[in-house]
């Protein structure tokens, strides 16, 4: 099955600056990959996604990226804020008759500091 | 709210007793998803629905697991004689029929004792 590995698992950054977290994902099926925002004892938010089609998608200080060639894709925030600190995770979505399924990775806890 | 809810939203058992847990997903949402969420980890796959048909059980859900969808609506997910492995986030999300965007709700926090 696929298997998506995310990297750093915490990250730290001064506020204003950017942050990148990447993911590598194992099934050339997958065609769907969102990322996901977590704030501690709240739902996993879907803040961004890319479909297979595309090599990138920006919205506001948020963007993403794919190379389907190397199975990765990367999350790129940039002009950081206090309120961006949270666990993100990303996701490949592995079809699966109608429905697609999601495997996520591990998360990666971004500390976004004044 | 129009949102995907969960309830109960914590959930204290112990060891050996059944609990059932419920999920709405979003009104227009006819597929269903279930998750499992451990502490440091990413949500794991359990099972879905389309409209009431349950297409898909993941190897982690055990023979004490039983996830229903009797009217294509709200959904539940019951674990018989818990066990403490079974302390986790349970999350449940939706989505509409063709897209692939998943809403999750705020989950129940299962602690077995």
């Known amino acids: 099955g696929e298997n998506v590995e995310q990297h750093p698992s915490t990250l730290s950054v001064q506020e204003g600056d950017s942050a990148v977290i990447k993911c590598t994902y194992s099934?050339?099926?997958?065609?769907?990959f969102p990322w996901y925002k977590q704030e501690l004892g709240k739902r996993p938010q879907l803040i961004i996604d890319?479909?297979?089609?595309?090599g990138e998608k920006k919205d506001q200080r948020i963007a993403v990226t794919l190379n389907k060639t190397a199975k990765h894709f990367s999350l790129h925030i940039t002009e950081t804020q206090p309120e961006d600190s949270a666990v993100y995770f990303c996701?490949?979505?592995?079809?699966?008759?109608?429905?697609?399924?999601?495997?996520f990775g591990t998360g990666t806890r971004l500390q976004v500091t004044l | 709210d129009t949102g995907v809810s969960q309830n109960p939203r914590h959930k204290i058992t112990k060891r050996g007793q059944n609990v059932t847990f419920r999920c709405d997903p979003i009104?227009?949402?006819?597929?269903l998803y279930w998750y499992r969420q451990t502490l440091g980890q990413g949500p794991e796959f359990l099972t879905y629905?389309?409209?009431?048909?349950?297409?898909?059980k993941s190897r982690l859900l055990s023979d004490r697991f039983s996830a229903e969808r009797p009217k294509g609506s709200f959904s539940t997910l019951e674990i018989q004689r818990t066990e403490q492995g079974d302390s986790a986030m349970y999350l449940c999300?939706?989505?509409?029929?063709?897209?692939?965007?998943?809403?999750f709700g705020p989950g129940t926090r299962l602690t077995v004792t």
């Open positions: 999300a939706s989505s509409l029929a063709g897209t692939p965007e998943q809403y």
């Open positions: 099934d050339s099926a997958s065609n769907y």
């Open positions: 890319i479909r297979s089609n595309v």
């Open positions: 996701a490949a979505s592995t079809r699966t008759g109608t429905a697609s399924k999601l495997t």
């Open positions: 009104s227009e949402h006819n597929r």
């Open positions: 629905f389309q409209n009431e048909a349950q297409l898909e």
